[in-house]
């Protein structure tokens, strides 16, 4: 799932991540589990451990699009797994759901500007490819944050 001798610590790497929810049940239709996945990258993005490009919450799974911030000692890896602990304990805490995630998830390094802009586009708009909405400005949980790098 995860490149060969790829160093993902901090850096200038941009990460489309996608981490899918446990047996792909639609935990995330829940607005308020929806929300502590927001919360929580707010809260990570206030931290600046993570420059955060854009989101989308689907019903069973979470794309992002981030970078590491400079001057953390976290792997994209260590990054997701806290996050994914994190979220579950609360979701689990609020709600009684658990387990929420997948055991793994999958990551894509974005290579050049205009493979950001198709990334970024193909990430906000997956509520309109499922048809759940007819702009992804329309859909509570797809959003643009911080602007890209060029």
């Known amino acids: 799932m995860h490149l060969d001798r790829f160093n993902y610590h901090a850096g200038n790497h941009v ?15 829940d607005s308020r589990v929806a929300e502590i996945i927001v919360d929580e990258l707010e809260i990570r993005r206030g931290k600046e451990e993570i420059i955060l490009f854009c989101y989308c919450i689907m019903p069973d799974h979470v794309h992002i699009m981030i970078s590491l911030s400079q ?10 797994s806290f996050f994914k602990r994190f979220t579950a304990r609360r979701v689990k805490a609020s709600h009684g759901i658990a387990p929420l995630w997948q055991k ?5 390094v974005v290579r050049s500007d205009e493979a950001l802009i198709n990334v970024v586009e193909y990430i906000v708009n997956n509520p309109v ?20 790098p060029v």
């Open 15 to 29: 990460y489309f991540v996608t981490i899918c929810t446990a047996d792909k049940m639609p935990f995330l239709k």
């Open 71 to 80: 001057g953390h000692n976290k792997t994209l890896i260590d990054w997701v």
């Open 104 to 108: 793994n998830f999958y990551d894509h």
């Open 129 to 148: 490819r499922k048809g759940m909405v007819r702009d992804w400005k329309e859909y509570p949980y797809s959003r643009m944050v911080d602007p890209l």
